[in-house]
């Protein structure tokens, strides 16, 4: 069977710093190639995943997020996916403009969190394109939309080694905003008396804006800001970290830094907001709290939880070849003929 995958056009596959969506792309082509599938994958011209690439761009586009180049982009994807077996499509507009366009079945995952205005765009997608969540979280915040499966994002774990835990430090790491906490790890990782190295993209005018005014005052000895970090920084932060601080307060739809986390065996300290509760096992691989004062006061708890268990919990449910078998299964029912409304959302939803 062959996949076509369409990402948009503002970050390699895999990425060499920030980018979530194409850290699974990434570890969904090669899991699906691995699987005997063959993938076509549309990105940027310096992906360096062994799919079959297509570009419009060579290099990523900056700013990132900007609808006219993703717009080529999906449209330049669509004339070369012609003839696929099914369209995976990790953008927006690709499901928007072709649906029920498309020469073949369009599968969409949903990777953000649903404002107004993407519940808005996503109800119109769903009329023609099957619609993935990544977590049930992110699918309940959008009950009217007939999400067909829910698949949490998986890891290729060959790559995660277990650490020791041994740096001595708490470790933060994510885009630096409000609604990611940053400055809450600073002040949990001082008040448990800790030293925190604090890892964070930082290209976009609001988010160095939110860094001078928010972030910027707080720096001390005891605070280590390292900027955006690549695949082999990011190792090595983690690895060598007591657990990981994600106090976010925001219905983050997943949280792909968790489980990277806690496939090196580095416990996860996290509010119980968005899809955290659905990585995080209370008490077994980090600890859930609803404020600073609770997650100051279980970092000294850290030693009661086994990094082992916290690599074992991935393995069993957070790995590529999980993500990829489930994947795998909605491709075969997409592709399989089933009358003149195949490609729209009369498919019926599987649970889980």
């Known amino acids: 069977m062959q996949i076509g995958i369409v990402v948009a056009p503002f970050v390699p596959v895999p990425p060499v710093g920030y980018g979530g969506t194409e850290e699974v792309v990434d570890a969904l082509a090669w899991g699906l190639q691995q699987s005997g599938f063959e993938v076509r994958l549309v990105s940027v011209g310096s992906s360096t995943n062994p799919a079959s690439t297509s570009c419009w761009y060579e290099e990523p586009v900056l700013p990132m997020g900007r609808t006219e180049p993703e717009a080529v982009q999906v449209v330049h994807a669509y004339q070369e996916l012609a003839g696929v077996d099914v369209i995976h499509d990790h953008t927006i507009l690709g499901p928007l403009i072709f649906g029920g366009r498309a020469t073949c079945p369009i599968l969409t995952t949903c990777h953000g969190a649903f404002t107004p205005e993407q519940r808005l765009l996503y109800r119109?997608?769903?009329l023609t394109?099957?619609?993935?969540?990544?977590?049930?979280?992110?699918?309940?915040?959008?009950?009217?939309?007939?999400?067909?499966?829910?698949?949490?994002?998986?890891?290729?774990?060959?790559?995660?080694a277990v650490g020791p835990g041994d740096g001595g430090y708490l470790a933060y790491l994510g885009r630096m905003g409000p609604g990611k906490g940053a400055d809450r790890a600073i002040r949990i990782a001082r008040a448990?008396?800790?030293?925190?190295?604090?890892?964070?993209?930082?290209?976009?005018?609001?988010?160095?804006?939110?860094?001078?005014?928010?972030?910027?005052?707080?720096?001390?000895?005891?605070?280590?800001?390292?900027?955006?970090?690549g695949p082999d920084e990011r190792a090595r932060l983690l690895r060598g970290a007591a657990a990981l601080l994600n106090p976010i307060c925001w219905p983050e739809p997943f949280g792909l830094v968790m489980i990277e986390a806690l496939?090196?065996?580095?416990?996860?300290?996290?509010?119980?907001?968005?899809?955290?509760?659905?990585?995080?096992?209370?008490?077994?691989?980090?600890y859930l709290r609803g404020d600073e004062d609770g997650l100051a006061r279980a970092v000294a708890r850290l030693g009661e939880i086994d990094r082992a268990a916290c690599r074992v919990d991935v393995e069993r449910r957070f790995s590529m070849e999980r993500m990829v078998g489930r994947y795998a299964e909605l491709y075969a029912r997409l592709a399989r003929p089933a009358g003149p409304h195949a490609r729209g959302r009369t498919t019926t939803p599987v649970a889980g």
């Open 124 to 126: 119109q997608i769903a």
């Open 129 to 160: 394109v099957p619609l993935v969540a990544i977590s049930q979280s992110q699918r309940r915040s959008a009950p009217e939309l007939p999400f067909l499966r829910v698949i949490p994002h998986g890891l290729d774990l060959d790559g995660f």
């Open 192 to 229: 448990a008396g800790w030293p925190l190295r604090l890892a964070s993209k930082m290209r976009e005018q609001a988010e160095r804006e939110y860094f001078d005014r928010e972030i910027a005052p707080l720096l001390a000895d005891d605070v280590e800001f390292l900027g955006e970090i």
């Open 263 to 286: 496939a090196f065996g580095t416990p996860v300290l996290a509010t119980p907001c968005g899809a955290a509760p659905e990585i995080v096992l209370d008490g077994r691989t980090g």
